[in-house]
């Protein structure tokens, strides 16, 4: 963690993030001089993620084998959120164990942009998708005010990344 500078010294509102490796790739949301986080995939067929930050450790997996939500736990296996698809909407539900509650979708229908959404705080982030660009493939935006309302802001914003990802690989295994 010591790798990762903290949110609290972010001093731009974009943050791009740049993907490494070929055949087992890992993800790193920077501002082009410092590192704020990385997401890195597990295991053989890449069923759990792990999010590294400045504030923590996280790991996402499956719930279980066939379902589809999505479980946060902290690396000494304690349940921090849940991760809830919505049926039949483009809506992604998280619930943490602190009371954040915050929904991720795209707000208009062919829309690059995703965004997580509070009904107190209005739009926390967006990570917006950037298209033919295998080096960058996304774009992390936040209001800089946003950094002292919300805590879990590095959390938010490589969860959106993933779930980013978990979707455009559903895709491509639909087509």
């Known amino acids: 963690m ?4 903290s949110f609290d010294q972010l001093r731009v509102s974009e943050l791009p993030v740049l ?3 070929f055949w087992r790739p890992w993800y790193e949301l920077t501002d082009g001089q410092f590192s704020y986080g990385k997401l890195t995939y597990t295991g053989a067929l890449k069923r759990a993620c792990l999010l590294e930050t400045a504030n923590g450790n996280w790991i ?5 084998w066939i379902g589809r939500k999505l479980v946060i736990e902290q690396p000494d296996g304690m349940e921090t959120g849940l991760v809830t698809p919505e049926i039949w909407s483009r809506k992604i539900t998280l619930e943490l164990n602190n009371g954040l509650m915050a929904t991720f979708y795209n707000k208009k229908i062919l829309s690059r942009t995703c965004t997580w959404v ?3 705080l209005g739009d ?4 917006e998708t950037k ?13 800089l ?4 309302k919300v805590p879990e802001l590095p ?19 639909a087509s």
């Open 2 to 5: 010591d790798q990762f500078r």
């Open 19 to 21: 993907r490494h490796g």
């Open 124 to 127: 926390i982030l967006n990570v």
């Open 60 to 64: 996402v997996k499956r719930k279980n």
């Open 131 to 143: 298209i033919w660009s295998r080096k960058n493939p996304f774009i992390v935006k936040m209001d």
């Open 145 to 148: 005010d946003m950094i002292k």
């Open 155 to 173: 959390l938010l914003a490589l969860l959106g990344i993933n779930l980013v990802l978990l979707k455009q690989a559903q895709a491509a295994a």
């Open 118 to 120: 509070n009904e107190q």
